[in-house]
């Protein structure tokens, strides 16, 4: 049994096989290799791709899907615990992806779940989902993710993705520039992580051309409204950062932006056609690494996938 709840247990080589096996449902998502498991999605905050992108990765893979993505039309709003509700869908599935916003959630449903579960997002903590089609995305378009310069833009502080991204790249010795206002800045305790594993990171308040042209990876980020306690801190530092088109004339060749997305202001529409762009496709590579992750936590194996006979033609 293998559960997917942090980016941080998997070491080097579990990331690049990972990322290999990606790699082979990219050439070929559809294979039946899930025929006959239910895989359960229980997302107690609104998503868009995370839950689509689990739900089509299961569907590809010729498994049945079940669960909610409105927490309040299950038995929650009767005041069901987690714990029941965990321990319930665990009669029903064989793997169960949820999204809760309390941090710590999906490790606390782990350790009483008996099938395996994946965090599809606990609060501002983590999203390790997003992290492994984040990686791949980089290794897709960089050829490796070794020795890379990433500047990571907005919201540092509550941005479970970049917390996730700093803890995987510890492998890969990165560069980091932490761009964000006083009031997003990253949290100390990711400093002191970056400290603790030798990963080389600067901080940033300034955003334009200059800044960033040495970047191999711009990934930016929306300031999220819904983790704000005081609006007004919102409004303060909701237009902070935005990316324009003519912010990349002098960027590298290569440099490709990312964005968990959804986006609000942060990246302008002129943007969307610039070669650097790569946050649509990198949504789309969700639907690989998510197939993946699902192999990961049934026990399927990179030898299981290459085998021709599971590709539905
Ligand atoms: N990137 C991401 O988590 O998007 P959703 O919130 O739409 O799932």
Redesign the pocket.
């Given at each position: 049994r293998h559960d997917f709840v942090t980016i941080a247990d998997l070491d080097k080589n579990a990331l690049l096989y990972l990322i290999r096996m990606a790699q082979e449902f990219e050439k070929h998502p559809d294979r039946e290799l899930l025929k006959g498991k239910v895989v359960a999605t229980l997302f107690y905050?609104?998503?868009?791709?995370?839950?689509?992108?689990f739900e089509t990765a299961a569907n590809r893979l010729g498994a049945k899907v079940i669960g909610f993505s409105d927490a309040k039309a299950s038995s929650v709003s009767k005041g069901e615990t987690l714990k029941d509700t965990i321990l319930m869908v665990s009669n029903y599935a064989d793997v169960i992806a949820m999204?809760h916003y309390i941090e710590g959630a999906a490790q606390y449903a782990s350790e009483i779940a008996p099938v395996p579960i994946i965090n599809?997002?606990d609060g501002a903590h983590m999203?390790p989902s997003?992290c492994l089609l984040d990686l791949y995305s980089i290794y897709q378009t960089q050829g490796t993710l070794e020795n890379l310069n990433i500047y990571l833009v907005g919201d540092l502080k509550y941005g479970r993705?970049v917390h996730s991204l700093i803890m995987a790249m510890r492998h890969f010795n990165p560069t980091f520039h932490f761009i964000a206002p006083e009031e997003l800045a990253m949290p100390q305790e990711y400093k002191l992580y970056c400290e603790e594993h030798g990963i080389r990171f600067e901080e940033h308040t300034e955003f334009n051309d200059k800044v960033i042209a040495d970047a191999d990876i711009l990934y930016m980020t929306r300031v999220q409204k819904e983790r704000f306690s005081d609006l007004m801190e919102y409004e303060r530092v909701k237009n902070v950062y935005i990316l324009r088109n003519k912010m990349l004339s002098l960027a590298k060749s290569n440099m490709k932006i990312l964005h968990?997305?959804?986006r609000v202001n942060e990246i302008a529409y002129d943007v969307d056609d610039n070669p650097h762009a790569y946050y649509i496709q990198q949504?789309r590579n969700?639907l690989y690494a998510r197939e993946a992750i699902f192999c990961h936590c049934l026990g399927i194996t990179l030898d299981d996938i290459t085998n021709d006979k599971t590709i539905i033609h």
């Open positions: 905050e609104p998503s868009t791709r995370t839950r689509l992108s999204r599809a997002g999203h997003q993705t968990p997305l959804p949504a969700g």
